[in-house]
């Protein structure tokens, strides 16, 4: 059980130790890191998981409906909570709004289960 986690893990940590050894012979700032991982690599990296998976229409679709209505129930809950506790709902509603789970759940989701995890 442990080792299959570490080797599910193992991906992660060869690119961070890679990261450390090469911060040793070139000097990038961290805006320019997060530039090139978050406009580059982990869109070829969701795309790559989505391509190479077999994915189902109708449960695609099914999960499209569900992530609709949490998002709809999540927008009328922060607007409600703006206008209770006068607060700027443009200011708050995007960090509410818009998770991050797609960068890493998708490739994570590969990585842990395979192509039957990703349906």
């Given at each position: 059980m442990i080792l299959d986690s570490?080797?599910?893990l193992l991906?992660?940590?060869f690119l961070a130790l890679g990261g450390y050894f090469l911060s040793e012979f070139y000097?990038?700032?961290e805006d320019?890191?997060?530039r090139i991982v978050t406009d580059f690599f982990m869109p070829?990296?969701?795309f790559y998981a989505l391509y190479t998976s077999d994915i189902n229409l109708a449960k695609t679709m099914k999960l499209l409906g569900a992530v609709s209505i949490v998002l709809a129930i999540l927008f009328?809950?922060?607007f409600v909570y703006c206008r209770l506790f006068k607060l700027d709902f443009k200011?708050?509603?995007p960090?509410?709004?818009f998770m991050n789970s797609g960068f890493l759940g998708i490739p994570l989701m590969k990585l842990w289960g395979g192509f039957a995890a990703m349906n």
């Open positions: 570490f080797l599910i991906p992660l940590i000097s990038l700032s320019t890191l997060i070829i990296l969701i009328i809950a922060s200011a708050f509603a960090s509410i709004l």
